[in-house]
Structures are given as C-alpha cells and as structure tokens.
C-alpha cells in the first residue's frame, strides 16, 4: 500500500513538475506550434525547386548509385547530398522526406536560438528572438527548402551551445562545427568566435565582490520566486513546494539566466590547471576528426585535399554574377522584413557589461556580416546564416532598453510584448508575399529522359532536369561557368577531337594514312585515298559500307537556353562563341522536342552513334 501511495505520489509530482515546466517555457511551445503549422501550409502550396536543391538531390542519387544515377559537382559539401541520398537509397521520396528533414532542423535551429538566448534573456524576451527567427520571412520561406542554409546554421548553433554550456564541451562544439563545415564551407568561419570565448576567461574567476553580488542575486531570486508562489497561490502547499524546490535546482544548476550570474565557475574552469588549452585542444581535435577524413577523400579523388574549396571560391568570383548586389543590400532586406532587428546597435550601449557568451554571439555576428558585405554575390538566404546571432542580439537590445526606461513608460514590458507580435504577425504574413522564382519540372524532358536507354550519352544544361529521372548526365554544360572557354571545349567534344586541337587546326585534315585510334571530326569529308584503320570512329557521312550497323545508343542534348545565357559580360567572345554552338547542333543533330516558355526555349537534340559490325569489310583505297 505504502509502495502504490509512493508510486501515486511520484506521478502527481512529475505531472506537476512537467506542468510547471511547460509554463514556465509556453512562449517557445507557442512558437513552435506556430511554426510547424505554417511551414505545413508552406510545404503544400508552395511548387518548383530551386537550382542548388536539384544539384544536391542528384549528388545524393550519385553518391549512392557509385555514380550510375544522379551528377557530381565536386565544388559542393557533402553533408545534405549524404542525408538526401541516404532516403533515396532506403526507398523514400527524397524530396517528400527531404521536405519533412528540413522541417525538423528549421524548428530545432528556433529551439537551439531559444535556449542560448535563455543563458543572458528572461524566458519570454529569448522566445522572441526564437520568434524573430522562425517568422523571419527569408528563414520561414526557406525551411522547406533542400538547401544548406539552415542545416548549417542549425549545427553551428549546436557548436555554440555546448561549448556556453555551464560546464562547456569542447569536444561536442568541435564535432557540430566540423559537420556545420561539411554542410557549408564558410561555417568554419565561426572557429574564430569560439576560440575566441575560450580565451576570454579569466585563470582567478571572478572578483570577491563580484561573487558576493552573484549570492545577493541568487537570494533576491529565491525570494522573488516565493513571492509569486504567494501571489498566485495556485494549488496546494505541496505544489507551492515543488516549485520552490525547481526554482532552487534551476538557480543551481544556472538554466534561469545563470549562466551569467554563475561566470565564475565557467572561468574557474577553463582557468585552473591549463583547462582553458586543453579546451581550445579539444576543440581541434574534435574538428579535425569530422573534417580530416573528408580531406583525405579528396586527395585520392582530385589529388588535392583542398581543390573543393579553391573550385568554390574561384567560382564564387565568376559565377552568379547575376546576383551582385551593392552594399547596402542585406540591411534594406533586413529592414524590409524586420525593423526591430535594428535594435542591434542598441547593444552595443550595453557593451562594457557584456559577458563571454554576449562577446561570442556579438563576434560570430560581425565576422559573418562581413564576409558577406565584401563578397559581391548577395542573396536573401545569406541573411539566414547570421540571423540567429542577430535576433538574440536585438532581443538582449529591447530588454535591457526597457529595464532603463522603465520609469517613462507604463507597463513598458507589456507594451514592449506587443509591438513585437503585432511585427512578428506582420512578418509572418509578408512571408507569404514574400516569394523568390522556383524553377518548374518540365515533363517532356523527365518522360524523354526515363525512356533514354543506359547507355546513350546525355549533355544537359540543367540539373532541375534530373529531379524526377534516374539518369547519370555525361556532360553538365553549364558546369562550372559557361563561357568562351567552356563552350569551345562542348565543341570540341562534338567534333570528336582530344583536347590537345582546337576546332580551328582541325578543320583540314592531312592527305595522310591517319594513325589508330584517331577520332575524325563530325561532318567533315574524308580527304580522298585516305586508307582507314578498322577501330577508327566513323561519323555517320563517313561510313564506308553498308555493311556498317547504326547503335541504338545516341547522344542526346537537352537544352534550355536561359540555363546558358546571357554570357558573363566580362567574356566578350562569348556569345559569338555560343551562337557557333547552336548552329553546330542545329546543323549536325535532329530537334526531337522544341518549345518556347517564358522566354526560353526548351530543345532536345538527338543524334545516333555510329557502331561498326565486326564483319565490317572497309573499302580499300
């Protein structure tokens, strides 16, 4: 009997200590539950894909087929084309699942914003910046999308939350960052930030006073939580009790904004005995063990550990030129979506009382907003990366502004509270004006594409073509920039020379025996008594018997001119370069599709590939 009373007695405590919880963290539940409807309504109405999401669907198809389905671009990070091919491969939808994945990570990157705001903001003004972030139209608008942007973000967030914790894990920080890095390359960049705040601590801990401050806190804390017992007087004595006791383990523990008050045990820690190096070792060590092993990969694979990243910063410079944008960009975006999240600078009035926590949020948030000031290319996802440092920022910016004004404004915390869900409601509805073009699936090109057979050899201009169809592209035109260059290398694989002429010197074939193995251009007349190797290709004017069979494999071409052009505006002989290109295909291939959409011309170029018959008798001279 005893033992049931116990049992009974254990339920209605953790029931009440889970309703005391919830309470006390409803903003954030309220929030989430917000967010998961809107991003569900989202999910449905909203069609097309963006160019880099079919790029990763087809990296993961790739990594998983050993290179029978999909494409490579070895510029990218492999994190997301893991995690999408890996639900391809198990037999889900990747982008149904995929979908839903990035779902998960966009509300886990609001929970992780909420609960290291929570370490230097009271509950409420921490779910705001968690709200500032979910209901941020770029953010909200992107969550369903397969891209990196939040996936990255939401794992630097990890490394930033174990390694603030009261008792820090370097190692934990180390392992988020380095799989952060793996899902975006310029995560690395927040490496400086933590280091950073791993050097900030002091060896002695806090001052006396500073630690007698820290005690006359705690006591005023204490008695402010029994104080709103009494005022609520909201269940029994032994509800009054619990509470009592949760409010003691949390001051204990640091989870009630302690993480400030109890500093010096942060700094003891790291201080003593060399902690503090050990950390920052731990630290590598950490990042090294998730970053090595890909490192290593791409010395086998491109005999340079680092070519990923130098082809993604030579890109950086030449591509998406479309996009550059001038300086003021991101802060008329940041301003168009939230004004409040200007409360930024109001920060910085605050700064001399900044701890090692507001020191890392603040310096991870000005290292980013700088890199993307100096590079041209801007987008609206970028703001994503920094959004997270920038909400808690503002938020820590508002609630310290309305404590110092609290004796001009009547209940300033009330009307405070209101003016930021009366934006928060406004952003939220703009998020859905707010829209970004998506490229729709063309279904002639995916229905083209599954009745190709395995071996034809297929060029495309887009990967958004192989979205809905299994097919491994021998050639990505438009990979990585199309210009002069890239377009004469098209043509030379066209003529069916090696790389070593050009389609110039190979106009005029020599009156010569030709040696083996010599691939002849295509539509070029064989010069006359010119005897010919039986394992020389033979394009299809060139076929000296009839004996000669025509393979069912052909070479097929989809196009969609506005993936191509216009050309770089720097590249002068680009578009006479192209217009060479499309009067080759348009003399030399069959248009087996053509249409006109938007401005774009969709084509499909087919042409069969000769294959001789091993009883092919070759006229002799």
Known sequence: MIKKESWAKSIIQDSLIAKIFLRENLPIVIVLLLQLALLSYQSLVQHGFFWDESVYLGMGKYIYSLGKSGLWEPSRPLLLPLLLGLLWKLGLSPIIAGKLLMIAFSMGAVLLVYLIAKKILSNNFAALAAAWVAFFPAFLFHSTALLTDILSTGLALLAVFFISKRNPSPWLAGVFLGLAFLARYLQLILLLPLIFFLFLSRKDGMKKEDMDQNVRTNDERMQNGRKEDRRKNDGSKEVRMIKSRIMEDKIKEGSLREDRINENRINEYWGRNGERGRGILLLFLALALIILPYLIFNAFKYQNPFFPLLLQSAMAKFTGWVYHQPWPFYAESLFGQNPLLFLLFFSLLFLM??????????????????????????????????????????????????????????????KGMVLSGVLLIWAAGFSFSYQIPRHQEFPSFTQYLESAGEKDEIWISSPLFLISADKNPAELMYYPLYNTKK?????????????????????????????????????????????????????????????????????????????????????????????????????DFKKIFEKNESGCAYIIYERNLPQMSLSTNLISP
């Open 487 to 587: 377009i004469s290398a098209l043509i030379v694989k066209l003529n069916g020379l090696s790389k070593d002429f050009s389609s110039e010197t190979a106009i005029a074939l020599p009156n010569a025996p030709l040696p083996l193995n010599t691939p002849l251009p295509l539509n070029t007349p064989l010069p006359l008594n010119t005897p010919l190797p039986s394992n020389t290709f033979h394009p299809p004017n060139a076929i000296p018997s009839a004996n000669a069979s025509i393979s069912a494999n052909a070479l097929k071409i989809l196009l969609n001119t506005c993936d191509l052009l216009p050309c770089p505006p720097w590249d002068k002989p680009c578009p006479k370069e192209h217009e060479k290109l499309m009067a080759q295909l348009n003399r």
């Open 353 to 414: 009382k900044f701890d090692r926590l507001h020191w890392l949020l603040h310096s991870a948030l000005f290292i980013f907003i700088a890199f993307f000031q100096i590079i041209p290319h801007k987008e609206p996802r970028f703001i994503i990366t920094f959004l997270p440092y920038l909400a808690i920022c503002s938020s820590y910016a508002l609630e310290n502004s309305i404590t110092y004004l609290k004796k001009l404004i009547i209940h300033p915390f009330r």
